[in-house]
């Protein structure tokens, strides 16, 4: 089969790769009907995931069909229609039993696919954990309402669930990206008083204008007069990072109010500093991840229900066969790129 392959930093290589078979009683083997592509896999080509074997085929954000299923596997059939979580986790462990999926203590658990082991770029993927890494699509819901469902979706249904958000808050959204735009998809289901959303892209900035009009945007040079303006208690009640830029980070803790909550989604391609003696008295609550990616039933429900539509952030597609053209176009932000469609049909 054509896989996507990590070969050397900077350096990923469309090859021929032996059928995946199932390894374990627990193992899934998914026929990849559509998949995309992530900034995190922008990281492992850039060198910044140490964990990122070379060799693996890269692609976390996948939807598919079940070819084959180990004797253990009790959740999915061959046949189904699945999304499949970024993440691979036992359901038993510690972390795994108190929902911290994204901390498995299993050797495959935590995000695996597509960085320790062969991922989704590619027409078929094992996946290990399958009754708790594969979620059934409803027969009313299509590939493209949930590819995002098991990765950027996810990670804005969890940032927005561990930031607390009441209805009288004010939330600042930092990024405008593909999952920026989810996570932000997922505060509008928290109905809070006032959304803001900073973003320097005046393309993507556009698009969020656009598509949600109840939501102010600005540009970071405005962004912090802009919420002290715009919130009750000078500041943001709840900043979600998403970005993953030096200066976004700064951004996140100062436009939060006194004792707000600043929740950190992105990954950093370089360490980031808190300098404690210019916040000291703030007394922030800083919550940081990794996504523990376990509502994609919840999600998929809410999708189903008309709650959630993320097919809009689908710009472009691209066969398997084009992917390098695909990464080229998103990795420089060409075209007004927001999300790529990679077809295997």
Not at 248 to 270: E, G, H, K, S
Not at 295 to 319: N, S
Request: glycine fraction near 8%; hydrophobic fraction near 40%.
């Amino acid at each position: 089969m054509k896989a996507y392959t990590y070969v050397d930093r900077g350096r990923f290589e469309l090859r021929e790769k032996p059928l995946p078979v199932i390894c374990d009683p627990r193992d899934a083997v998914v026929r990849v009907t559509l998949g995309s592509i992530c900034t995190s896999d922008l990281h492992i080509k850039h060198g910044s995931v140490p964990r990122a074997v070379k060799g693996i085929t890269v692609g976390h954000e996948m939807v598919g069909t079940v070819e084959a299923v180990g004797s253990a596997v009790t959740t999915v059939k061959p046949g189904d229609r699945v999304a499949v979580n970024v993440e691979t986790f036992c359901g038993e462990c510690f972390f795994c039993r108190h929902g911290y999926v994204n901390n498995c203590t299993d050797p495959d658990g935590g995000w695996a696919l597509g960085c320790r082991i062969d991922g989704g770029q590619a027409e078929y993927v094992r996946v290990p954990h399958a009754d708790q890494g594969l979620t059934r699509i409803p027969d009313t819901v299509s590939d493209e309402q949930a590819l995002f469902v098991g990765d950027i979706l996810a990670t804005g249904f969890w940032a927005a669930r561990i930031s607390d958000i009441s209805a009288e808050d004010t939330v600042l959204v930092i990024g405008a990206g593909p999952t920026g735009i989810c996570t932000l998809l997922c505060v509008m289901l928290k109905r809070p008083k006032r959304i803001i959303v900073c973003e320097k892209s005046a393309q993507r900035a556009q698009f969020v204008r656009e598509h949600y009009p109840d939501v102010s945007v600005v540009s970071p040079e405005e962004c912090l007069d802009f919420v002290r303006m715009h919130s009750d208690h000078g500041g943001a009640d709840r900043v979600i990072e998403v970005a993953g830029a030096d200066d976004t980070f700064r951004l996140a803790w100062q436009c939060a109010r006194p004792n707000a909550t600043v929740t950190i989604v992105a990954l950093y391609d370089a360490p980031q500093v808190l300098p404690l003696p210019e916040m000291y008295g703030k007394n922030l609550t800083f919550k940081t991840g990794g996504v523990d990616g376990c509502d994609c039933a919840e999600i998929l429900r809410l999708i189903e229900r008309g709650d959630i539509d993320t097919t809009p952030l689908i710009t472009h597609r691209f066969p398997l066969g084009r992917i390098d053209e695909a990464y080229r176009l998103f990795e420089n932000r060409e075209d007004g790129v927001i999300k790529i469609a990679v077809e295997n049909r």
